[in-house]
T-cell receptor, first 116, second 112 residues
Framework: AQKITQTQPGMFVQEKEAVTLDCTYD???????LFWYKQPSSGEMIFLIY??????QNATEGRYSLNFQKARKSANLVISASQLGDSAMYFC?????????????FGKGMKLTVNP | DAGVIQSPRHEVTEMGQEVTLRCKPI?????LFWYRQTMMRGLELLIY????????DSGMPEDRFSAKMPNASFSTLKIQPSEPRDSAVYFC??????????FGPGTRLLVL
């Protein structure tokens, strides 16, 4: 079963508008972490934002915020005032512990295109 | 501070050749991860180390792949012999404790 689901293969948004990128997850670990990474066409993986499973407040980092709905097991990324440079692949990831192993599991990613 | 350093950035080789990818973690980071990214399979964790010790190598595709971390500032991923299906981008990522994981720029491997 997929641990991280990103159902939107691609999205288009107008510059300066807000956009929400969906992510749902599945885990039985009570302690986990959720991450979003950005991968522009140049290929590097850039960390954007982190949410811990016990965090009471939704995480925010500049124009990025994470809409964390624990009961629904969703961790959507919200980008406010989108910019042309936001065009990239976006990956949701979850860190969980399985036995003696702790690792990040990534979703398939989704492509965001910001139009001028 | 320097980020995660990977070399080479690009590698083109012929089937059957040995390929060695290198990674220098961020100083002080005690976890090191090797990933492979392809269009078909996305981002896959191959192996990770904690304090230079391999913890989970369940993602290593087969015996042709091996990874080492002889000290806290260096790791290698070796493919011998290489095959065209190994063509991918290989990322090294590191983190300190339970903090955020940071990725290197990746090595783009093409096996002809």
């Amino acid at each position: 079963a997929q641990k991280i689901t990103q159902t939107q293969p691609g999205m288009f948004v107008q510059e300066k508008e807000a956009v929400t990128l969906d992510c749902t997850y599945d885990t039985s670990d009570p302690s986990y972490g959720l991450f979003w990474y950005k991968q522009p066409s140049s290929g590097e993986m850039i960390f954007l934002i982190y949410q811990g499973s016990y965090d009471q407040q939704n995480a925010t980092e500049g124009r990025y915020s994470l809409n964390f709905q624990k009961a629904r097991k969703s961790a959507n990324l919200v980008i406010s005032a989108s910019q042309l440079g936001d065009s990239a692949m976006y990956f949701c990831a979850m860190r969980e512990r399985q036995g003696g192993s702790e690792k990040l599991v990534f979703g398939k990613g989704m492509k965001l295109t910001v139009n001028p | 501070d320097a980020g995660v350093i990977q070399s080479p950035r690009h590698e083109v080789t012929e089937m059957g050749q040995e390929v060695t990818l290198r990674c220098k973690p961020i100083s002080g980071h005690d976890y090191l991860f090797w990933y492979r990214q392809t269009m078909m399979r996305g981002l896959e964790l191959l192996i990770y180390f904690n304090n230079n010790v391999p913890i989970d190598d369940s993602g290593m595709p087969e015996d042709r792949f091996s990874a080492k971390m002889p000290n806290a500032s260096f790791s290698t991923l070796k493919i011998q012999p290489s095959e065209p299906r190994d063509s991918a981008v290989y990322f090294c990522a590191t983190r300190k404790g339970e903090e955020t994981q940071y990725f290197g720029p990746g090595t783009r491997l093409l096996v002809l």
